[in-house]
T-cell receptor, first 111, second 113 residues
Framework: AQSVTQPDIHITVSEGASLELRCNYS??????LFWYVQSPGQGLQLLLK??????LVQGIKGFEAEFKRSQSSFNLRKPSVHWSDAAEYFC?????????FGKGTRLHILP | EAGVTQSPTHLIKTRGQQATLRCSPI?????VYWYQQALGLGLQFLLW???????NRGNFPPRFSGRQFPNYSSELNVNALELEDSALYLC????????????FGPGTRLTVT
């Protein structure tokens, strides 16, 4: 079975600083990969997804992610964070018609 | 276009009772997925319904069950509630045959006391 690891439970960055959230997956073939965001009291919103093709994927809200097969990684990046980016971020992988989620990384923004 | 809706927003039950959670998918979507988001455990897949049939089930005991109605809305039932069932239950929907294009509702917060 596939699995997703988000090694950082919490990350704190200053507003305006760059951000990288880490995600590693285990899967033999090319996986379907996702990043979701969950704001307090909200459901999940899809930021971006990778199915195939260009390994650098652009998403909403200025986020991007890069698929690196050699490292089994799909890290999420943003060049300059805003206070409104404070939320929990979930990396996920598609397997057997269902989505398997990592345990999430909570992002805190310092003013 | 309305998104996925869930009711109730909050639900408080006592141990041993039954809870019923409801989900209405996006218009045109025939697949409904249920997830449990418990503290410290992340999001775990519970159930998948498509065209009225249960298509897949996660690693949960049989007291977690559900159904999908002819209008594609869905109900999740949790019998014999235990304290560890306290969680946010998220519903998602997708078009049939597009299991990786899921749209999520805001969730139902179930508290078992």
């Amino acid at each position: 079975a596939q699995s997703v690891t988000q090694p950082d439970i919490h990350i704190t960055v200053s507003e305006g600083a760059s951000l990288e959230l880490r995600c590693n997956y285990s899967y033999g073939a090319t996986p379907y990969l996702f990043w979701y965001v969950q704001s307090p009291g909200q459901g999940l919103q899809l930021l971006l997804k990778y199915f195939s093709g260009d390994t650098l994927v652009q998403g909403i809200k200025g986020f991007e992610a890069e698929f690196k097969r050699s490292q089994s990684s799909f890290n999420l990046r943003k060049p300059s964070v805003h206070w409104s980016d404070a939320a929990e971020y979930f990396c996920a992988v598609g397997e057997s018609d269902k989505i398997i989620f990592g345990k999430g990384t909570r992002l805190h923004i310092l003013p | 276009e309305a998104g996925v809706t869930q009711s109730p927003t909050h639900l408080i039950k006592t141990r041993g009772q039954q809870a019923t959670l409801r989900c209405s998918p996006i218009s045109g979507h025939t697949s409904v997925y249920w997830y449990q988001q418990a503290l410290g455990l992340g999001l775990q897949f519970l159930l998948w319904y498509d065209e009225g049939e249960e298509r897949n089930r996660g690693n949960f005991p049989p007291r977690f069950s559900g159904r999908q109605f002819p209008n594609y809305s869905s109900e999740l039932n949790v019998n014999a509630l235990e304290l560890e069932d306290s969680a946010l239950y998220l519903c998602a929907s997708s078009l049939s045959g597009a299991p990786y294009e899921q749209y999520f509702g805001p969730g139902t917060r179930l508290t078992v006391t």
